[in-house]
């Protein structure tokens, strides 16, 4: 098995050129406004599938609950996007002007404490990155710090998801209940229902994207990301090498918390509302299959991973509604038995091979820091070769 | 009670599990640049007793001096870098990194986890990880994955990652367990050359190995100490020949 963790410099930024052409060009010449809209949407989520390969593949914490962090980011942004829709003068003919119209119908007459901060913009964007890293930051230290870990940890943060839907579908006064907050319109008086916005929406989450892949293939190159690996394979040694396993685990987990938050956030203005739909355990398991099937240690293999899948949903679940669920259930089944590194790992085997080939002609001398694995003149018993 | 000037005072340990003791009242002491050598037969509590002093197990009773700090209370991490390395029975390295990175990994800097968002692989790094890597004859395998490494290279280069972390007191599980006869004889060697200005703590089942290394030697016979002393003495210990050299 290769790991993708620490690809080489010239190959990585390559793959980024060419993830970054597709998406910034021949998306965007390719695609009308409601298609290029969708797929904006289905990059949102790929910042969750970020968020999976160094939580997941790399450091091998399993979480089921990533949608919470989507949806947490999501619904700070729908909370400011909804105050500002919710002026007095907009909210004239409600009983209580000046609160979001959901809380009208639910005969609340002043808003919320929790809600007040989301009047600011820049408190807004603190809190998208923020309150997920926190409950992260709680789910975390209780479990890490306790050594649950593995299958034990996927449970709790599944159950973790099943308990923010009913907590956000009960409390229609303060969320907005099963509607979620919707009706959405303005950011900073910018109007984000236009075609013209939503282009420009779609331009921003793609630059977002690539900053937030550089930022990950940044950490996992840090000896922080080495650790990550490290502590995947043998923790106790790394226990035993005099490090506090338990803060690595849950700085991993914010991290991963946060960059979902982020995906949420552009979810909602991309998409102009923000439901419980996607913060329970089904769109969480979803988010886990689209990092699985685009390879769960390759960054760029999960960002194709969620646009291969989620085009599989679009198309099959337009022609047969009821037959998509098994399809993805089929897809991940596969993925787990016959391709368990994904796409990614597909790549590696058939393709790879073949494009360093290529490069290597470009360039005749690749920079030899190290002696290459597997050609070194060992007297002892020989290591198989790869 | 305890002497300061011992690297490690044991004292009337004790652990228990479910009422079975694993350790009973056990009491001994290791000096300044001693090799010491538990042996017994198995299940007599010797890897327990390491577990213990390294703070995976905890202890029921009894008590664990370190240079005068209480080990018993303390993390795992806390005791790794007060300067206490432990080898596994397993040769436990990272197979998916390169015989390079598990070094690096264990260089005593940068362990919070700001600190290993901003370590760089510095000149000190560099020569420290290959000064170590000739110590444990991998000079050649740096850029190497570790997992194709042999069995003997790969308990050579846990040992390493141990060295690099300076310990003042290495305790080592069977280090030589399943090595070849070339390997084992390399291993003695390396022993040798790393035991200056520290203490070791080993656990050994090969005689001869430990004949060659150990100054004194501890017998362990149901969680209980049964003697204590150089290996000419221990051996002729009718009690010992007894539990354990007698078969």
């Known amino acids: 098995m290769r790991v993708l963790s620490l690809p080489t410099d ?20 390719m695609l ?63 009983s209580t002007p000046g609160i979001p119209d959901f809380m009208d119908w639910n005969q609340l007459t002043e808003l919320p404490w929790f809600w007040e901060p989301f009047h600011s913009f820049p408190l807004t964007l603190l809190a998208i990155i923020l309150v997920p890293a926190f409950f992260a930051f709680v789910i975390g230290a209780a479990m890490f710090k306790r050594r649950v870990g593995g299958v034990y940890f996927a449970i709790i943060t599944q159950a973790f998801a099943a308990i923010m839907t009913i907590l956000i579908v009960g409390q229609q006064g303060y969320t907005g209940g099963i509607n979620g907050i ?105 988010l886990v299959i689209y990092c699985a099937v685009g390879g769960r240690l390759s960054l760029l293999g999960a960002v194709y991973g969620t646009l291969l899948v989620n085009w599989a949903k679009t198309s099959f679940s337009e022609s047969f509604p009821e037959l998509w669920l098994f399809g993805l259930g089929g897809m991940f089944i596969l993925v787990v038995m016959a391709f368990p590194n994904g796409l990614a790992g597909i790549y590696q085997t058939y393709a790879d091979p073949h494009v360093t080939r290529f490069l290597g002609k470009l360039r005749p001398k690749p920079d030899g820091k190290l002696p290459s694995a597997g050609l070194d003149g060992a007297e002892t018993s020989s290591a198989p070769a790869e | 009670m305890s002497e300061t000037d011992f690297v490690l005072a044991v004292e009337s340990l004790g652990v228990s599990f479910d009422g079975f003791k694993a350790v009973d009242d056990l009491t001994f002491y290791v000096n300044e640049n001693e090799i010491r050598v538990i042996i017994g037969p198995n299940g007599a509590g010797k890897t327990t007793v390491l577990d213990l002093i390294c703070g995976r197990t905890k202890s029921t009773s009894g008590s664990i001096k370190f240079k005068g700090l209480e080990l018993t209370r303390m993390k795992e ?64 395998h740096l850029g190497m994955r570790a997992e194709y490494l042999s069995h003997g290279q790969k308990q050579w280069l846990e040992i390493g990652m141990l060295l690099i972390q300076e310990p003042e007191l290495l305790m080592l599980d069977e280090p030589v367990a399943g090595m070849s006869v070339s390997e084992r004889k390399k291993t003695a060697e390396l022993l ?41 003495r221990v051996k002729a210990d009718p009690k010992v020949i007894e539990v354990y050299l007698g078969h």
């Not at chain 1, 914490?61 to 400011?80: E, K, T």
């Open chain 1, 10 to 29: 010239r190959k990585s930024v390559i793959g980024l050129l060419v993830l970054a052409f597709l998406i910034l060009v021949i998306f965007p010449a």
């Open chain 1, 182 to 286: 919707t009706d959405l319109r303005t950011l900073l008086g910018w109007d984000i229902r236009t075609d013209s916005a939503k282009f420009i929406l779609y331009f921003v989450n793609a630059f977002l994207l690539i900053g937030c892949i550089l930022l990950c293939m940044w950490v996992g190159r840090t000896k922080f990301g080495r650790i990550l690996v490290a502590m995947r394979d043998k923790e106790d040694r790394v226990r035993f090498s005099g490090y506090d396993v338990s803060n690595f685990k849950i700085f991993v987990f914010c991290f991963a918390a946060s960059l979902s938050a982020i995906g949420g956030a552009m979810f909602t203005l991309q998409v102009g509302f923000m439901s419980p739909s996607f913060v329970g355990i089904v769109p969480s398991i979803e």
């Open chain 2, 192 to 232: 040798n050359k790393i035991i200056k200005n520290r203490s070791v703590l080993v656990i050994e089942h090969d005689m001869k190995f430990v004949e060659d290394i150990a100054h004194k030697v501890t017998v362990l016979h149901q969680g209980k100490m049964i003697a204590e002393g150089p290996m000419e």
């Open chain 2, 77 to 140: 991490h806390e005791i790794v870098r007060a300067g206490v390395g432990r080898k596994f029975q397993n040769p436990s390295i990272y197979e998916d990194l390169t015989v390079f990175e598990n070094l690096e990994i264990s260089f005593p800097r940068g362990r919070t986890v700001f600190g290993a968002l901003a370590f760089k692989r510095d000149a000190q790094v560099r020569a420290r990880v290959e000064e170590i890597a000739e110590t444990i004859f991998l000079s050649e």
């Open chain 1, 32 to 94: 009308d406004t409601f298609r290029l809209n969708m797929v904006g949407k289905y990059l949102t989520y790929a910042f969750v599938a970020l968020g999976l390969v160094l939580c997941w593949g790399h450091a091998g914490i399993l979480s089921l609950g990533q949608g919470v962090f989507f949806g947490l980011g999501g619904y700070c942004m729908a909370m400011f996007l909804k105050l500002e829709a919710s002026s007095p003068e907009a909210t004239k003919i409600q």
